[in-house]
């Protein structure tokens, strides 16, 4: 069984009187431990997909499960504390809150799970270890570099051990070295700590370290 | 888990212009707030110094206030004759017949003269009221003499020890201050009963002030005094009768301090609303983040919320600031029983104090509702494009 199943995703929007057709019939699998990446032109709907598989949005018609649980089915309130368990979410321009230390960006999904301080505090350094930036505990975002920053965001979006880490453009505002040093980790996070991963990019290079490579083109997908 | 209030103290600081300019807002509303209950505080503390709870004030049956009341000097001697009333170093019973009048007196600045209440006591008074002399001597008994309560010396003209004061077409001669307390007493023209007596109102006391042997003696009095054929009178403790006197004024301060204060705080409220609605604004994507960290939108609420609250809470500590120098400031205002002036200090007690930032909280909470209410409903895709 996948880790995560679309069935017959059916995803418009109404703007104005017209009505955007996203999606139609979309179905798609994604196996645990994989590292996919989706490709696409602007418009495509490939965020739009992140947005479903994490319930950030709902789709008109079809279903949504991931690890089992029908995503597009569950109550708000519901979902929230799903999400915090089981999505590690990483955005293009990092979002990072920048009145808060890398240090309690990273905390913040810890402060929803039942967690000691003690216990929060050990994740969190572990978890800025592995991306290699346990020297910048207390350096707010703006005392970051863009690689850096998004790094931070990276942590935090493992942090709580989610079952699925979407990442969306995550290396679209970096420089080709702090790219290659985040697909590096992405990689590391697959392959050592067996993360399953969704990655939206434009970027072929980037694509080309996932193991999986979808194309998303006017709402149809192809491998 | 709440979002970590650290989250909200730092966001404050990012924009202290807005922060501050909202904080002030809320701090002049609780100024005046505070200012204005320290008037009704001060007043009432004044009037309920007056009275002590060991003593007791008998009236005419049916008198409201001193002004309505008379007492024959035979039933004073009645009044006097009780057991259960103490005595003082004399032997003598410690009860003060007084006269109470309201005379006018010219102001010391300006034009003009205010009414003041022109008390006559005997010598007990000085012990049943716990009067001391600040200044100069008591007044001499049989001579036009009289002593001024030290609120209302530098507040009208030739009240100084050595002037001539006239009323009710005798000059009197000022031999002493005198302080009570600060109680209203200390906005009286006190003199020598039996002088007052026939240049007042004849041969009648308005006031029989007796202090007790026992505090507990009060009502085994009042029913000895009350059930005696001879006598149509009333016995109160002088705590309750002056506390009863202060009330309709203090109601109608604190109704004054509420009505403004509320009519100020719609401005402050929607100055909150202002800042927190922009906060929410330049915030959207830090407030999607968490959503999509699985923030339930309660939090986020609560968030905005506990925000809007401390920036308030600022202004109401601020506020208390503004508003605690006037503590002391002597002032003065007609006692609507009497008609007559009573100076007395405005009093910012720590209750105030607190009272003013517990508003300040609810107005920032008030401001901050539909601002964090709209955070809390953000359509979390929206926001992020």
Do not use: C
């Not at chain 1, 990689?187 to 990655?199: V, W």
């Not at chain 2, 609507?336 to 209750?351: C, D, I, L, M, Y």
């Amino acid at each position: 069984m996948a880790l995560v199943e679309l069935r017959n995703v059916h995803k418009s929007f109404q703007r104005d009187t017209q009505v955007i057709e996203v999606f139609e019939n979309l179905t798609l699998d994604v196996a645990e431990r994989s590292f996919t990446a989706l490709m696409g032109p602007s418009g495509s709907g490939k965020s739009t997909l992140l947005n479903l598989i994490a319930g950030l949005d709902r789709p008109t018609s079809g279903t949504i499960t991931v690890a089992g649980a029908k995503v597009n089915a569950m109550p708000p309130t519901a979902l929230a504390a799903w999400r915090a368990r089981h999505i590690g979410f990483v955005f293009q321009s990092y979002n990072l809150l920048p009145v808060l230390t890398a240090f309690q960006n990273v905390e913040l999904p810890l402060l929803l799970a039942p967690l000691s301080r003690k216990q929060r505090d050990e994740r969190v350094r572990i978890a800025l270890g592995v991306v290699g930036l346990d020297d910048r505990l207390q350096h707010y975002p703006r005392q970051l570099s863009g690689g850096q920053e998004q790094r931070v965001a990276i942590a935090r979006a493992i942090v709580s051990d989610p079952t699925l880490i979407l990442l969306d453009e995550p290396t679209g505002q970096l420089d080709k070295r702090a790219a290659e040093e985040v697909l590096a980790l992405l990689q590391r996070l697959n392959s050592e700590l067996h993360k399953t991963i969704i990655i939206v990019t434009h970027d072929a290079h980037a694509a080309e370290k996932a193991k999986q490579v979808l194309h998303l083109e006017k709402g149809v997908l192809a491998a | 888990m709440k979002i970590p209030f650290v989250y909200n103290l730092r966001s404050i600081g990012q924009r202290p212009v807005s922060t501050a300019m909202t904080a002030l807002g809320v701090s002049l509303v609780v100024a005046v707030f505070v200012a204005m209950l320290a008037l009704a505080n001060g007043f009432r503390a004044a009037l309920v110094k007056t009275g002590s709870p060991g003593n007791v004030i008998v009236l005419r049956r049916g008198a409201a206030s001193e002004m309505e009341s008379g007492i024959s000097r035979e039933s004073e001697r009645l009044i006097a004759a009780d057991p259960r009333i103490a005595t003082g170093a004399a032997g003598r019973p410690l009860v003060s017949p007084e006269v109470f009048v309201v005379i006018n007196i010219p102001r010391a600045v300006g034009e003009g003269v205010n009414n003041v209440v022109a008390r006559g006591v005997n010598d007990e008074a000085f012990a049943v009221r716990n009067i001391h002399i600040v200044a100069g001597r008591k007044f001499e008994s049989g001579r036009s003499e009289i002593i001024i309560g030290k609120k209302i010396v530098p507040r009208f003209a030739h009240t100084a020890i050595g002037d001539t004061l006239r009323f009710a077409t005798r000059d009197w001669l000022v031999v002493g201050h005198f302080e009570a307390g600060g109680s209203a007493l200390e906005s009286e023209v006190w003199g020598e009963n039996e002088q007052f007596m026939p240049v007042f109102r004849g041969e009648v006391f308005q006031s029989v002030i007796l202090r007790l042997t026992d505090p507990a003696a009060f009502d085994d009095l009042k029913r000895a005094l009350e059930g005696d054929q001879r006598l149509t009178v009333q016995a109160q403790r002088e705590s309750a009768f002056y506390a009863g006197q202060s009330t309709v004024l203090t109601r109608i301060l604190t109704f004054l301090a509420v009505m403004i204060t509320s009519v100020m705080a719609v401005g402050a409220v929607f100055g909150a609303v202002n800042t927190m609605y922009a906060a929410v604004s330049s915030r959207t994507p830090e407030i999607a983040v968490l959503l999509t960290l699985g923030f339930p939108p309660r939090s986020v609420l609560a968030s905005f919320l506990a925000e809007s609250a401390a920036i308030a809470f600022l202004g109401g500590v601020a506020g208390g600031l503004l508003a605690l120098p006037i503590n002391g400031i002597v002032t003065s205002t007609t006692n609507w029983n009497s008609f007559s002036e009573v100076a007395f200090a405005f009093r910012v007690t720590p209750g105030l104090l607190v009272g003013g930032v517990i508003f300040a909280v609810v107005m920032g909470v008030v401001g901050g509702f539909f601002p964090a209410w709209r955070a809390a409903r953000l359509q979390v895709v929206q926001a992020l494009r």
